[in-house]
């Protein structure tokens, strides 16, 4: 098996607001096992996963008695973690990405660099400020947590819409293209994609 075919990683997390159990492969099929207490949230993880082609598992219980942000949160941490271990040194990766994803009316872009330097720019304006029951201001929390522990520089833009379930898995969507093709490995790369010799 090839070096980049093993760019995996599984971790878990359990603290008094959650118990999470995840399991991340980069270079997969787009296959997913999700169960966490936010339905929202599991639709929008197996969009990543299948766009983006990854094998992401997640079992995942909270306080949703209280809210849903810790359980969010979490997640977020701990899909962020496992990229950071499964990329390694990030030896032979493109490193960069931008896309576009329409979803009807809507349109959404991602721009990715596996910097290590974590860093989130997030341009959204959702009409509505709950999708069901689930609060729209929760999608910066897991973005920004995921940039954080993945240590990758992310741009977030919702340039337009009208229906804010359509932004949202836009920007689901968009960020499994942009993330598959940022640690895709590009042959014509001699170690890590960096004049200073590290990422």
């Known amino acids: 098996m090839s070096e980049e075919l093993q760019r995996s990683a599984g971790l878990s997390r359990k603290t008094y607001e959650t118990d999470i159990e995840l399991s991340f492969q980069v270079d997969g099929s787009g296959e997913t096992q999700i169960e966490t207490d936010v339905p929202f949230l599991n639709h929008m993880l197996e969009l990543f996963a299948k766009h983006g082609q990854f094998n992401l598992n997640v079992k995942a219980e909270g306080d949703i008695a209280v809210d849903d942000h810790h359980t969010v949160e979490d997640i977020g941490i701990c899909l962020g973690r496992a990229l ?95 993330l598959d093709e940022a640690t895709s490995i590009d042959p014509r790369v001699t170690g890590v994609p960096s004049t200073k010799g590290v990422l």
């Open 84 to 178: 950071y271990e499964a990329l390694g040194d990030k030896k032979g990766i493109k490193r960069y990405a931008n896309v576009f994803i329409p979803m009807d009316e809507a349109l959404a872009q991602v721009i990715i660099d596996v910097s290590n330097r974590p860093h989130l720019e997030y341009r959204a304006e959702y009409p509505s400020q709950t999708i069901g029951s689930f609060h729209t201001e929760l999608v910066h929390e897991f973005l920004w947590k995921f940039a954080l522990e993945s240590r990758i520089t992310l741009h977030v833009i919702v340039h337009y819409g009208r229906n804010t379930h359509h932004m949202v898995e836009a920007v689901f969507k968009a960020l499994g293209r942009a």
